[in-house]
């Protein structure tokens, strides 16, 4: 101890003042940040806007104007060169559809002011100041920002055009061509141009096929939940509402307002007035667009419904952890699509409705898309059970198992049902892997407390010997546990203002925070385990809430996926699935992935209650029937029996339950299953009564598509099949008579060419 | 070295930054309906339930008003309310609103289609606030900006005029401003007045003052009493709160029951008055000994904020009894039964980009038909909002209604299925276990009430159980007890014979130093201040026997929270979470010790640190004495008993309290007075480094978190 003594106080003031100088230099470098950007070629830009050519003038294109720009044996495109507004006829009827608002109503036009030239637009943005992050944006149309058309040219299919708005220095080239059947527009993202101001969004010819109400009969067809549609009338409620939602649903990666609706599955849209109506798909670039409906009333007297392409999106910044400041901004790149195109279908006469679009729909999907129809020799419809294995709660230093099915006890499930008669099933066995159902990560092997993976390949060897197929339900998009070689500082899904994504959990007693998982790392986790259940005699992989359902952009910069790329890799994870195991199933899949999914569980079965939406309507069912199995909500979680039942009848679905072969009252106290009963002793008898009813009615049409749905009285709905077959609904509590077909209150009947069952 | 030091500095900041990114996810809805339906049993366990209601269209919008009627409605085609206050069903469920705005009553048909307008022309109404429709259909309307109340006969002509009463009961000060009114049978009118703590106004049917009705009582807490010690009287005077909470509205059943809704009070908002005034809800409820007072209008935790109270604004009763009421803070509906257990609550997320159907954005008002269809008045969007009962719905309130006039066993069947579609559903459970017990199987009610987390029932079931048990065993056990007797006593006589050289209680008697240590215990029940005293200066305890001590105390500690009896702990039923109990436990003793060596030691005390230390751990010892036979014996007790347990449970207390003064007393060598001083020295220390300890923390935390934002804002801008 007699050791010379180290002089602490002064080396530690020496480092002290040392780290805060370099502190106080890098901050100052950050500030000046000399190997920046240098500053925008700003001069360049407005050089673009110097030779102006004739200023867009608001008014409506006058009919003379109009020259073909092409024509087949069906359809002709007509086009205005002074507005570029177009026009298409259906050779055979005589039919038009504008791109522009109806020549002859728009004297009658309520919109006053901007949004009335706005409306006379052929192209309608909104742009920011980017750089100034208090500044709000601006919707702006070619007459307010004093611009003009560039480029015209006719082609051999169409047309093509520059719109330039000199005011906000941006310039946007488009085509519009004319195909067999359809009519298609595209923005052309590499000969965008912009300024100092920052687009944020495009609607293309917004007012196509936009027609006021006027006593006719119409709607807009939006793809809400299972599709909704929006009446024409002049007693709407709240008429100033519009609807925008994003295709393929939110990106979490940026801020999203809260709307309370259901994901878009569907990229499509379509509106109907009178006796002719158009559809559209968006079939290209459709992760960058929004959909985007103003019912008459809102903007302007028309309803008009139509594509927003997106290219920025606002982001929440934050800089404080705690109090959670922080302030909304925009990135300075726009997002970038090869192709953006939104196809406008014209129907006329009786095809003009929503089982025509669905018919539309269908075929695009089977001829382009490569949907082939799933069929299955059995002659009954499925029945899906979804197994529950076993979740997790809240313990006392570590979260303790709550097991609910093991799977002996799911061999006895299974034996009951087939028991019942019931032969063609389909098992989706959940909450499996280590640690029960809300543990994500590191699933493989099955948890030992349900019977471990020699109790599963049991169960599946029995399941196969009643030839009953079993799907192991997975995630893969979220992580809780730091398995399978995860670290969510590197594999973590980044949104773009660096953070890594959590799971928001509602209440403060709940599971820690689950983070979310870069596609690239989860493509990678989800091929090596695709042997694991391989190993077990798997027959699929149930994707639940996250592949073909989820779609965000990836900021992690190992990984770095935009929305088309993770379409990309979830297609790629089913299409491999697909191959190992033979099959793959996913929940309320979005629609990029329907080739590569045999079955659509949970399939969307309601609206999203907007007030201004009038009926829910089977959209998605009439274009999947046929084409996949699908089932929607659980039968045994519905808040109503009887009329979720019906809808189920009136959707053509495969009934479904989600089961444990357990006394499961402690599950309430699980993180993730809650619902509100579960053991399959009590359901039993309502499964064989439930399925041998739908059985009776789907049966014989299991494989047919739906040729036509419509809403014959209030709450009395009737779907028809292939070959005339007809399925009627009532969900009224009083019976439904109409010349000589009676349907009971509650209840349904099935008419086949004529007799009524 | 430096910049490495740097770049995990600027890495770290980076990553707290990161874990603070948390999003919003649409989760997996059970329903996509736009809101979600709980029920929350008395321990503040949410449970998701199936809707119980179900949107079933909006009235009272754009309504096309007739032809004929257009004159009357100066022209207009459409109805369009505005702001309206109130809304008031008729038996023959015709919809009559307040339109406030429009200074006119609206009524509307049972299809919610246009009837009529009602403005007075005689004597114009305005801002109506409340609108009251008699059984002979008779209309009393609260007309607010003409402070009067006026009855209407059925046509709509004027028949009566209710001012200001005029009487010396009233104060001069009281302002009158009728804002809604109920009539009961007698025709006697029971009026709110906007703000009036003082109660509702009774009138007779000529309009002559009554009675203030219902007032409610001011809530005086001990700080209360504090501020009236130490406050001058002007200040104290000033303090407003000090009135109690004004009625915000009232409604009638057909018994003449008159319900209330208070405003800014944190308990007691709903209360069902007779015809004396007195609240037939308290004490009522299935939990009333988990929550002895009652607060109303539920609220999703993970939703409340800070000093956020639900507010409700107005409630409805239907024919059965179930009262619904609404509250405009949460936009939460709730509904409970005639004795105010809670049956469901639901309500929607506030979005404010678009509105949905189903989802009143500010709901001022709500009233009930005869089909048992909700209305919800919306003052933001100006219409009504109906639902419909679901199918969950109606059986549940066909079997509360069932378990309510005691018909238990038909209610059985009902339950049963409710059960069955939801298993986590409380009141099933009560109604199934309330049956049971009537058809006498107590061990089923016991469990079932048990289940359910009801004291009451589980000790009544228990009480007949026990009864059953004893009378089963009465005879095997006074066998038992006889022949333990009988070998007590020859076993008495043959020790003696037998093992005469050892003496009494010798061959207990074990030379493991601890074990003596332990023993030590015995003489601190004998003589505690010797004993203590023997501590300091003998020693008669070591560092192993006082952590033995201190480790059994705590864990006695730890069974008595969780071993007691569902019936005298009903937290045990939620589960009890004993890690923050331990903490407690243990930071306080430490704190204690800490803080008592420290005083003692300026106080001239004797004990060194180890002895505070040895002592304090032996002064828990009845913890162990008697805390875990008790907590044992609970088992075996009903309420009825409850005497007995708690008597037993203060006991250990003083116990543990006396000793500590002894302990203080014989190792600093105090008097008894001393010792007192001391001990309350210590406990004002003990306060004083807690709060130190809470400054430190959080002054260091927000140091912290100014540093960081300091730095991503530089970064980020």
């Known amino acids: 101890m007699k050791s010379r003594k180290l002089p602490i106080a002064t080396i530690a003031k020496a480092v002290t003042t040392a780290v805060l100088l370099l502190l106080i230099g890098w901050i100052a470098l950050q500030i000046w940040n000399p190997w920046g950007e240098k500053g925008t070629d700003a001069a360049l830009t407005a050089a673009q806007f110097e030779n102006k050519g004739q200023p867009y003038k608001s008014a409506v294109p006058a009919e003379a104007g109009f020259e073909t720009a092409a ?19 259906d050779k055979a009827t005589g039919s038009i559809w504008r791109s522009y608002p109806n020549p002859q109503e728009w004297p009658k036009e309520t919109a006053t002011g901007t949004w009335k030239s706005h409306l006379l637009s052929p192209i309608l943005i909104e742009y920011v100041n980017a750089k100034n992050y208090k500044s709000s944006s601006f919707t702006a149309g070619l007459v307010d920002t004093g611009g003009y058309l560039e480029q015209f040219q006719l082609k051999e299919d169409g047309f093509s055009v520059t719109f330039a708005f000199p005011k906000a220095q941006i310039k946007i080239p488009v085509e519009v061509s004319l195909h067999k059947d359809y009519v298609e527009t595209r923005v052309i993202d590499a000969g965008i141009v912009e300024g100092d101001l920052s687009l944020l969004n495009v609607k293309l010819y917004p007012l196509f096929g936009a027609e006021p109400y006027v006593g006719q009969d119409g709607y807009i067809m939006i793809p809400d939940g299972s599709g909704s549609l929006i009446r024409f009338g002049d007693k709407r409620i709240m008429p100033q509402l519009t609807y925008d939602e994003s295709v393929y649903g939110q990106d979490l990666s940026f801020y999203n307002e809260e709307t309370g609706r259901q994901r878009i599955t569907m990229p499509v849209y379509g509106l109907k007035s009178g006796n002719q109506s158009f559809f559209s798909i968006i079939t290209e670039g459709e992760a960058y667009a929004n959909v985007y409906a103003a019912p008459g009333g809102a903007v302007g007297r028309s309803n008009w419904v139509t594509t927003e392409w997106q290219y920025r999106k606002k982001f929440y910044q934050s800089v404080s952890k705690n109090t959670g400041e922080g302030f909304y901004t925009y990135s300075s790149d726009r997002f970038v699509s090869e192709r953006r195109a939104t196809r406008y279908y014209p129907l006329t006469g009786t095809d003009s409705d929503y089982s025509g679009m669905a018919a539309v729909y269908r075929n695009y999907l089977t001829t382009e898309k490569g949907v082939k129809p799933v069929t299955s020799a059995k002659a009954d419809i499925p029945l899906f059970l979804d197994i529950v294995g076993a979740d997790i709660e809240k313990g006392l230093f570590t979260d303790s198992y709550l097991k609910a099915t093991t799977t002996g006890e799911a061999e006895s499930l299974l034996k009951d049902v087939y028991d019942l008669g019931i032969h063609n099933m389909q098992v989706h066995y959940s909450g499996w892997q280590q640690d029960g159902y809300s543990s994500q990560g590191g699933y493989f092997p099955v948890d030992k407390r349900i019977g471990g993976s020699s109790g599963m390949k049991r169960f599946i060897d029995y399941a196969h010997s009643l030839q009953i197929p079993v799907y192991l339900t997975a995630n893969y998009t979220l992580n809780t546990n730091g398995d399978d070689g995860f670290w969510w500082r590197r594999d973590g899904l980044r949104n773009m203002a660096g953070t890594v994504l959590k799971e928001q959990k509602k209440q403060q007693d709940e599971q820690d925070d689950a983070a979310y998982v870069s596609p690239g790392f989860y493509e990678k986790v989800v091929r090596s385990d695709l042997n694991s259940y391989k190993k077990l005699g798997a027959d699929g992989i149930y994707f639940e809430n996250g592949i073909g359902a989820q779609l965000n952009t990836d900021f992690n910069n190992r990984y770095k996926d935009s929305r088309s790329d993770s379409v990309g890799i979830q297609r790629s994870i089913l299409e491999q699935t697909k191959e190992t195991l033979g099959s793959a199933a996913a929940g309320n899949v979005n629609f990029y992935a329907l080739d590569e999914v045999d079955h659509v569980h949970q399939l969307a079965s309601d609206y999203s209650y907007d007030v201004f939406i009038t009926e829910p309507i089977p959209f998605a069912a009439i274009v999947l029937h046929g084409l996949r199995t699908y089932s929607l909500e659980w039968s045994n979680v519905r808040d109503e029996w009887q009329s979720q039942f019906l809808r189920s009848i009136e959707y053509g679905a495969s009934p479904s339950y989600i089961l444990s072969g357990d006394h499961s009252d402690d599950m309430r106290r699980s993180y993730s299953l809650w619902y509100y009963s579960l053991d399959y002793k009590n359901w039993i008898s309502r499964i064989t009564d439930e399925y041998k009813q739908m059985n009776a009615v789907l049966a014989e049409v299991k494989d047919r598509v739906i040729t036509s749905h419509r809403t014959i009285a209030p709450g009395v709905k009737e779907t028809e099949y292939d070959g005339g077959y007809r399925v009627l609904v009532n969900y009224n509590d009083q019976p439904y008579e109409s010349g000589g077909l009676v349907v009971p209150a509650l209840g349904y009947t099935v008419k086949k060419g004529g007799d009524a069952r | 070295m430096k910049s490495r030091t740097l770049r995990i500095v600027s890495i770290g900041i980076f990553i707290a930054a990161a874990i603070s990114a948390v999003l919003p996810l649409p989760r997996a809805a059970a329903s996509q309906l736009p809101y979600e339906t709980y029920y929350k049993d008395g321990f503040g366990q949410l449970v998701h339930t199936q809707a119980a209601y179900i949107p079933a269209g909006i009235i009272g919008y754009n309504t096309a008003i007739p032809e004929i009627d257009k004159a009357e409605a100066n022209g207009a085609d459409a109805l369009q309310l505005n702001q309206p206050k109130d809304l008031y069903i008729d038996q023959k469920d015709h919809v009559y609103i307040a339109d406030t705005g429009n200074n006119r009553i609206v009524e509307l048909d049972d299809k919610g289609d246009y009837v009529r307008q009602i403005k007075v022309e005689e004597s114009p109404l305005k801002k109506p606030n409340g609108v009251y429709v008699n059984k002979n259909g008779d209309i009393y309307i609260a007309d607010t900006g003409n402070n009067r109340v006026v009855r209407l006969d059925a046509a709509g002509k004027l028949l009566k005029q209710f001012g200001r009463p005029e009487t010396d009961y009233i104060p001069a000060s009281f302002k009158y401003d009728p804002v809604n009114l109920v009539v009961d049978k007698r025709g006697f009118l029971y009026v709110t007045s906007l703000g009036a703590f003082q109660g509702l106004v009774e009138l007779d049917p000529e309009g002559q003052f009554v009675s203030f009705f219902g007032p409610n009582k001011v809530s005086f807490s001990a700080f209360d009493a504090f501020k009236r010690l130490v406050y001058t009287r002007e200040m104290y005077q000033r303090e407003l709160k000090k009135l109690p909470g004004a009625i915000a509205n009232a409604a009638i059943d057909n018994e003449g029951f008159i319900y209330t809704v208070t405003k800014e009070v944190a308990s007691g908002q709903i209360k069902k008055l007779n015809i004396a005034g007195l609240d037939q809800l308290r004490g009522k409820g299935d939990f009333a000994s988990v929550e002895p007072v009652k607060a109303y209008g539920e609220v999703l935790s993970h939703r409340q904020a800070m000093n956020m109270n639900p507010q409700l604004s107005d409630i409805t ?38 509105s949905k159907t189903g989802v009143v954005k500010t709901p001022t008002a709500i009233a009930n038909d005869s089909k048992g269809n909700l209305y919800v008045l919306d003052n933001t969007n100006n219409l009504i909002q109906v639902l419909r009962p679901s199918e969950f719905g109606s059986l549940v309130h066909q079997a509360n209604a069932l378990t309510q006039e005691g018909k238990y066993e038909e209610s059985k069947p009902i339950w049963e299925e409710v059960h069955r579609l939801n298993t986590q559903y409380t009141p099933a459970l009560i109604g199934l276990a309330k049956a049971a017990y009537k058809e ?19 000790s009544d079931s228990f009480w007949q159980n026990r009864l059953i048990w004893f009378q089963h065993n009465f005879g095997l056990a006074m066998n038992a007890a006889l022949v333990a007797g009988v070998l007590f006593l020859t076993w008495g006589r043959l020790s003696r014979k037998l093992l005469p050289a050892l003496g009494k209680g010798a061959w207990l008697r074990v030379d493991i130093p601890v074990a003596k240590k332990l023993g030590h215990v015995f003489t601190l029940i004998r003589n505690p201040v010797d004993g203590f005293y023997g501590i300091r200066h003998e020693q008669k305890a070591s560092l192993l026997s006082s952590l033995i001590i201190l480790a059994a105390a705590a864990a006695a500690f730890g069974y008595m929270q969780a071993g007691t009896s569902f019936v005298f702990n009903p937290k045990v039923h939620a589960g009890v979470d004993l890690l923050p109990q331990m903490v407690q436990f243990f930071g306080l003793w430490i704190g204690w010790v800490v803080s008592n060596y420290l005083v003692s030691s300026l106080l001239r005390g004797e004990g060194r640190f180890k002895d505070v230390f040895y002592g304090s751990s032996y002064a828990l010892f009845p913890i162990i004495l008697i805390g875990i036979p008790v907590t044992y014996l609970s088992n075996a007790l009903t309420l009825d008993e409850s005497a007995i347990f708690h008597f037993l449970r203060f006991a250990a207390i003083l116990w543990v309290v006396l000793l500590t003064v002894w302990m203080v007393q014989g190792i600093h060598n105090y008097t008894f007075i001393e010792s007192l001083f001391n001990i309350v020295v210590s406990i004002f220390t003990l306060l004083i480094i807690v709060i130190l300890i809470f400054l430190f923390i959080s002054l260091s935390y927000e140091l912290v978190h100014f540093v960081k934002s300091i730095y991503q804002e530089v970064i980020i801008r």
């Open chain 2, 317 to 354: 009763v239907d024919p059965s009894g179930n009262m619904t009421v609404i509250d405009t803070v949460w936009n939460i509906i709730s509904q409970y039964d005639q004795n105010g257990n809670l049956l469901f609550f639901w309500g929607g997320d506030v979005i404010t980009a678009t």
């Open chain 1, 71 to 89: 024509e087949n044996d069906k359809l002709r495109l007509l086009v205005d060169r002074s507005t570029s507004h177009f026009e298409i006829v």
């Open chain 2, 440 to 458: 006498q199987d107590f061990e089923l009610a016991a469990q079932l009430f048990d289940q359910a987390g009801v004291v009451g029932g589980y």
